[in-house]
């Protein structure tokens, strides 16, 4: 049984920083990628970030330059976190981890972010 655990989303004003964290823990192998994205209110899903194999980094055109993704192993769990910097009233919405294998696509219970102007 796979577990992921978001926390760090909150209540910020345009122009100031977040720093979500994701940490996986469980049975983990296999993972081809990890990710972050994020559901506005009406709107579908979208990609934030990904991280492959721990060095490849991609990121919507909305977010970078103001996003960084990194992601850290420790003993039997891993963690990927999401610097938000230069915080934008669009950038409002729920957050959710996403960790992709081989065999399953895991999902976070989703994080708030929310960007005041």
């Known amino acids: 049984q796979v577990q992921l655990v978001e926390s760090g989303g909150g209540l910020v004003q345009a122009g100031g920083s977040l720093r979500l964290s994701c940490a996986a823990s469980g049975t983990i192998f296999s993972i081809n990628a990890m990710g972050w994205y994020r559901q506005a209110p009406g709107k579908e899903r979208e990609l934030v970030a990904t991280i492959v194999s721990g060095t490849t980094r991609n990121y919507a055109d909305s977010v970078k330059g103001r996003f960084t993704i990194s992601r850290e192993y420790a003993k039997n769990t891993v963690t990927v976190y999401l610097q938000m910097n230069s915080l934008k009233p669009e950038d409002t919405a729920v957050y959710y981890c996403?960790?992709?294998?081989?065999?399953?696509?895991?999902w976070g219970q989703g994080t708030q972010v929310t960007v005041s102007s």
């Open positions: 996403n960790m992709n294998t081989t065999f399953y696509d895991y």
